[in-house]
């Protein structure tokens, strides 16, 4: 029963990059049915991929098992990691994101190699540890390990949660790209009734900043809303208040839609400083870059799918933040994010409705079904 494994699942506390043996749960089920494990660990990340059937094409679920802190559990109704059912409600740490999505997976495989054993293609899952991390030996790795071992993954449905009021209600086909910028911005230190014998970097840099807040830069495509930038954190000063610092801080973020790429940001964003005249620093942090699958076959599956469960017609969207599907999806794959409800992942009482996972396993049990036979 899916709700049975998502509560073992929320059980094991695996605070990124710890996996706590939820991947072990999940390899010792599929194995008993004839699913191939390969555990994979990176660094201190862990990864599976386990597989049934063999050939094209390879239809993949991807989720992951690590969550976020909980912050002061004092804060919860209940233990975060002692899951509950309040008011037809699963709470726990991962319950929306995304544990019960795992769970929904993992059921859905039995199900459907169950009913189908000699079904066409291979029919796999993919989990890592790593995707509320810094995302460096996951999926990315896995992906990698996949292309030199001859596996190409075709088709690659995500349990990230997508859905905004009603289960099904949006469908991500894309996520947009990221970059992150650390900017530091040098000026000299003095005393502040003496300002005429020191720099204030935060004067100097206040105007740049807010010509980039300002800034358009892009107006989007039809698969994407405009780029937006935002300041994320800023950082000056000795703590006294009467010292101007000799530098500030600041970093940035920018979520890129497929109408700009990074290098025609960095320029922008350089030629914006330079004309400002600040004597700065700056540091770019590799991007994610952005995904889309327009069309396909698996975005009809997953349409269809949705509309036969719910009665709802999804709508596709590229919003919110990143997923691992950028990791797939530039080898070609066909990549579309179906989950629960988004409206409580990384917050207090974290928490998923029982009905809709059940009905979200069967979805995926659907797609799959549309999928390899």
């Avoid at 990059?17 to 862990?46: K, T």
């Avoid at 995500?158 to 009021?165: I, K, Y």
Wanted: charged content about 25%; aromatic content about 6%.
């Amino acid at each position: 029963m899916t709700i049975e494994l998502a509560k073992e699942l929320i059980r094991r506390r695996s605070v990124t990059p710890e996996d706590a043996g939820c991947q072990h749960v999940i390899a010792a089920r599929l194995q008993r049915i004839a699913f191939s494990a390969e555990h994979l660990r990176y660094g201190e990340v862990d990864n599976l991929w386990i597989a049934h059937g063999r050939g094209s094409p390879v239809v993949t679920l991807l989720g992951h098992t690590d969550v976020v802190p909980t912050g002061p559990a004092s804060a919860w109704t209940s233990d975060p990691f002692v899951p509950e059912i309040r008011d037809g409600h699963l709470y726990g740490r991962g319950a929306a994101d995304m544990k019960g999505s795992v769970a929904a997976m993992t059921t859905a495989l039995e199900r459907f190699v169950a009913r189908r054993p000699k079904h066409t293609g291979t029919a796999a899952l993919l989990l890592t540890s790593d995707e509320e991390g810094e995302a460096q030996n996951g999926t990315r790795k896995v992906v990698e390990h996949l292309t030199g071992k001859g596996t190409r993954i075709d088709y690659c449905l995500v349990g990230e949660p997508s859905s905004r009021d009603k289960l099904g209600d949006s469908i991500k086909n894309g996520r947009r790209g990221s970059l992150t910028g650390q900017l530091t911005v040098h000026g000299v230190q003095g005393h502040v009734a003496y300002p005429h014998l020191a720099d204030n970097p935060i004067h100097s840099a206040a105007p740049a900043l807010a010509e980039l807040c300002a800034t358009e830069w892009d107006r989007g495509n039809a698969y994407y809303p405009p780029t937006s930038f935002q300041i994320s954190n800023v950082n000056g000063g000795t703590g006294a208040d009467n010292v101007i610092p000799g530098a500030v801080e600041i970093l940035f973020n920018f979520r890129f839609s497929t109408a700009l790429n990074e290098d025609e940001i960095s320029k922008r964003v350089t030629q914006l400083l330079d004309r400002h005249g600040l004597k700065y620093r700056l540091d770019w942090r590799p991007a994610s870059q952005p995904f889309l699958t327009p069309s396909g076959r698996l975005l009809d599956a997953v349409k269809q799918v949705v509309q036969e469960f719910t009665g709802l017609a999804p709508e596709l969207s590229t919003g919110g933040g990143t997923s691992d599907g950028r990791f797939v999806a530039p080898a070609g794959a066909e990549v579309v994010e179906l989950g629960p409800l988004n409206r409580t992942i990384h917050k207090v009482d974290e928490c998923v409705n029982v009905n809709d996972l059940e009905t979200l396993s069967s979805m995926y049990e659907k797609i799959l079904e549309r999928m390899l036979t």
